[in-house]
């Protein structure tokens, strides 16, 4: 590194190191949020920036942003493109800018298939602070760095990603395309606890106008649902993502219910469309079934014991099986499940749910 490298990076260090505030929105906090900011091989205008910190919580005016871009790009390798406005951004071609230490090729390997994962459910803001270490990872697996390997460990590095794929147990659907701006909106006013109003069509057609308090965002196969309150109710809904029209961020924060827990709300069966009653079922399972309870129970309290079908068809000998029983969440997504099974089942408790199997 040569005497003027050093000496930038010396003068940068000491301007991140001029606030010494224990507070999230110290100085130094802005400067490092806007250089994650700042991608690698397209510029960011320096509109779009200011925005981005604006959405991530930063209070920061135009005229400090203004300083704080003159400070990085004469600090750092940032290249800044004076040839139209609003100006643009972008790290020098040979910049190494911000990455992490000693990533190796296996930790590469689980920041992109994370990546591949979270990405339908990070808000802009998020994805932007991370896509530097995404980059980081792909060019690990692509560059020198992996090169070096002997050949054989550098071939496997680069072919897992081929190798590992998340599936889906239901018939694959494409996913519902998304309106302009809904998700970036929602996930938005999502992390930072602000009212939305909303334009929803729901699913007979109706368009209405609403103010909600975002709670939550839950992927369901190749759909997003939004977990919500609608402003004057206590009662949560479950808001398709897809069949927003439209997103406003009102910008007016809302305090989260303090029994309000995604995690529980998801336990108890409120995007299986029930309403959270459990219920003891009890029904003969064919061997094969009786296999796969085993290996992925319906709760913790699931038991199996070994019992002859109770009811053969005519003419038929009772097949071997079990007797199944467990402590499930009623709910029309179980019926649905249970209806499926066919022969592999046979109600025995409790009649209400085998009854509306044999209804629908």
Not at 206 to 214: F, V
Request: proline share 6%; aromatic share 6%.
């Amino acid at each position: 590194m040569s005497g003027v490298d050093t000496q930038k990076k010396l003068r940068m260090c000491a301007m991140l190191a001029k606030s010494h505030s224990t507070e999230p929105d110290s100085m130094s906090d802005r400067y490092l949020e806007i250089l994650k900011r700042i991608p690698r091989h397209r510029k960011i205008s320096a509109t779009e920036l200011f925005q981005q910190m604006q959405d991530a919580g930063m209070d920061v005016t135009r005229r400090s942003f203004q300083r704080y871009m003159e400070d990085i790009c004469a600090n750092y390798d940032i290249e800044e493109d004076r040839s139209s406005r609003p100006h643009g951004y972008s790290w020098k071609a040979n910049a190494v800018g911000l990455s992490l230490p000693g990533l190796n090729a296996q930790e590469a390997l689980l920041l992109l298939l994370a990546e591949q994962q979270l990405t339908p459910l990070l808000p802009a803001s998020l994805k932007s602070s991370l896509a530097p270490f995404f980059e980081q990872a792909k060019r690990l697996l692509g560059n020198a760095h992996i090169a070096e390997q002997p050949g054989e460990k550098k071939r496997q590095a680069r072919e897992w990603l081929d190798k590992v794929r998340v599936i889906s147990t239901t018939v694959p659907v494409l996913p519902p395309k998304l309106a302009d701006g809904v998700f970036e909106t929602v996930s938005e006013a999502l992390l930072h606890n602000r009212m939305l109003n909303i334009v929803y069509r729901n699913a007979k057609g109706e368009i209405k106008d609403k103010r909600i308090k975002p709670l939550g965002l839950a992927q369901a196969e190749a759909r997003l649902f939004l977990v919500c309150l609608f402003d004057g109710y206590n009662d949560t809904r479950n808001l398709a993502l897809h069949r927003i029209l439209s997103a406003q961020n009102t910008g007016i924060p809302f305090e989260r219910p303090a029994n309000f827990d995604l995690k529980t709300y998801d336990a108890n069966g409120q995007f299986a469309y029930g309403k959270g009653e459990l219920i003891p079922l009890k029904m003969w399972v064919s061997e094969y079934l009786a296999l796969l309870m085993k290996e992925t129970p319906l709760s913790e309290d699931q038991t199996l014991e070994p019992m002859l079908e109770p009811e053969p068809w005519r003419g038929e000998q009772p097949r071997n099986g079990a007797l199944l029983q467990a402590t499930v969440v009623q709910s029309d997504l179980l019926v649905r499940w249970l209806r499926g099974q066919g022969r592999g089942i046979v109600a025995l408790h409790p009649k209400k749910i085998f009854e509306l199997i044999k209804c629908q």
